[in-house]
């Protein structure tokens, strides 16, 4: 579709979309922005998705591709939210195979790091009990070779392989909005919301502005969803105390040939001691990801940093 007749096809679909009674508006084209329009669309609800840019071009497009059920949850105690993950992985696989597919991963053990195969095995108990299989075992040095050669030797006691999931994010968000639309629903993108509407202190609706034409209009709703990540602060009252503080994690693409791995390698970064991964993906190989304040404008798009880069290629090596 091109970027003309999209903005000819929004700017006489305008008045239309105003004179609807909505009873949801989404705000955020990204997997939770999608994933919500879709539930309410099976409910039999009137609803409405609107994007100020193209669907999934923030951080649903850019995303580590991973469908995982929260391992590191664990060992921070959040049981509730280990359970909820693992529980939407497993949907997400069954819903939707070739675009949501199990990957294996393995953790390597060392002599005296942390973690050791016993806690690490001990964690993937449970974590397995709560997704209702067992997906994990342990693997001595000598067979680690073999299953990623090239991988550190001194100190190596093996390895813990385990399974999770990974997926194309963008594809993944157009599937849910195919399906939402399959419902009923309506999804726009090239639209921004630029205020929320109140009534008697009540969000009722919203305005919003054609991002190529500049046409502008408003919208009613009974209900709004903002699922916009790091961009909803941009909507909230100017009285009210800031909730989020943007983060970036960075990852590199390389050529597979240039690291080439059979699997996905999740090890403790000999810097930091922060978890980080290599992994092939659709014929390259990623690794990731960093994690830090986001301080430059969020209009335009992140890019990594020559310090990310150095404490990538490092743990690369």
């Not at 609800?45 to 100020?52: A, D």
């Not at 726009?188 to 991002?211: F, K």
């Not at 046409?215 to 009210?240: H, K």
Request: net charge positive.
């Amino acid at each position: 579709m091109s970027q003309d007749w999209n903005g000819q096809w929004r700017q006489q679909a305008l008045p239309g979309l105003g004179a609807q009674p909505w009873d949801l508006i989404v705000i955020g084209g990204g997997i939770s922005g999608a994933g919500i329009l879709r539930e309410a669309a099976r409910r039999g609800w009137r609803c409405l998705l609107l994007e100020q840019r193209d669907f999934a071009w923030g951080t649903s497009s850019r995303s580590s591709k991973m469908v995982h059920g929260g391992l590191r949850y664990i060992a921070k105690g959040q049981w509730r939210l280990t359970r909820d993950s693992v529980r939407e992985r497993q949907r997400l696989l069954q819903e939707a195979p070739g675009l949501v597919e199990p990957m294996s991963f393995l953790m390597p053990h060392y002599r005296g790091k942390f973690p050791g195969p016993k806690v690490f095995g001990g964690l993937l108990t449970l974590y397995d009990a709560l997704a209702g299989r067992r997906n994990h075992c342990f693997h001595d040095a000598a067979h680690l070779r073999f299953l990623a050669p090239g991988v550190k030797e001194p100190g190596l006691l093996g390895g813990t392989s385990f399974l999770d999931a990974l997926t194309d994010d963008a594809r993944l968000v157009m599937r849910v909005l195919a399906e939402a639309r399959a419902d009923g629903a309506v999804a726009i993108n090239g639209l921004r919301v630029t205020r929320l509407l109140r009534e008697n202190g009540r969000v009722c609706g919203v305005a919003i502005e054609d991002s190529e034409t500049g046409a502008v209009q408003t919208l009613g709703c009974a209900a709004l969803a903002v699922a916009t990540g790091a961009w909803a602060e941009r909507l909230r009252p100017a009285q009210a105390p800031r909730q989020l503080r943007p983060l970036r994690g960075s990852h590199l693409l390389l050529p597979g040939w240039r690291l080439p791995v059979a699997q996905a390698l999740s090890f403790m970064h000999g810097e930091d001691g922060r978890p980080v991964f290599v992994f092939p993906w659709e014929g390259a190989t990623v690794v990731g990801t960093t994690d830090l304040d986001h301080r430059d404008d969020l209009d335009q798009s992140a890019s990594i940093s020559q310090e990310e880069l150095r404490y990538l290629l490092a743990a690369c090596a």
